[in-house]
């Protein structure tokens, strides 16, 4: 099993910055890469950015790419997600997940571990 615990939600402004992180505890060395996903009220939950612990390579949705950046320490099972230039559509739950296998980054499903959320308000 892994355990996963957010940190660093709140709300700003618009146009403003938050960084979100993510700690990993447990069977860590199975993940194969961990990421971010959002859920604002009403809505589906959606993938948001992912790190894949070999070789670094990072995936973003268009809606955030440029603005977002996901960085990660697979030594110390950590990811932080910075968000910059946030918009009031930004504003959701945000959730870690960890993904034990390597296909679907992109895929709820495919994601075997989730955190508890963290909320993130962008006011206009």
């Known amino acids: 099993q892994v355990q996963l615990v957010e940190s660093g939600g709140g709300l700003v402004q618009a146009g403003g910055s938050l960084r979100l992180s993510c700690v990993a505890s447990g069977r860590t060395y199975s993940i194969d890469h961990m990421g971010w996903f959002r859920q604002a009220p009403g809505k589906e939950r959606e993938f948001v950015a992912a790190l894949r612990w070999s070789g670094g390579s990072t995936y973003y949705a268009t809606s955030v790419k440029g603005r977002f950046l996901i960085s990660g320490d697979s030594a110390k099972s950590t990811v932080s997600l910075q968000m910059n230039s946030l918009i009031p559509e930004d504003t959701a739950v945000y959730y870690c997940?960890?993904?034990?296998?390597?296909?679907?980054?992109?895929?709820?499903?495919?994601?075997?571990?989730w955190g508890q959320g963290t909320q993130v308000t962008v006011s206009s």
């Open positions: 997940a960890a993904s034990r296998v390597g296909l679907g980054i992109y895929s709820k499903p495919s994601y075997d571990y």
